[in-house]
């Protein structure tokens, strides 16, 4: 386990979510991406609440709360034995939130190898 400054991961994942293809970070609307010191649910790194992108409708969509991604900092450096490796869970655990955001599956996120 590593420990990491809090200020610096907030500042991994603000990178993660910069690097991710304009592309996929022009679509992204009404999204909230948080850190959470905690080590969160058990066995989570990040968790997607929300209504996923594929889910929404533009009649049933107004007025509702932002969705939310939350990166859990204690699990994720529970898991790393170098800043390296934290910067990396980061972006896996990012890209892995975002893709629920898509409406992609747990199943077809590790068939893609997120």
Known sequence: MITVDPDAF???VATA???LPPQFADLMKNVAVLVE???GPR???GL???IPLTSRTTTGYAGVLPDRITIY???TCAICDTEA???EQVRRTVIHE???YFGISDERLRELGW
């Open 10 to 12: 907030e500042q991994m």
């Open 17 to 19: 979510v910069d690097s």
């Open 37 to 39: 010191p905690g080590p």
């Open 43 to 45: 066995g989570l790194l």
């Open 48 to 50: 997607y609440q929300g």
């Open 73 to 75: 900092q204690r699990a």
């Open 85 to 87: 490796q934290v910067v």
């Open 98 to 100: 975002v893709g629920h």
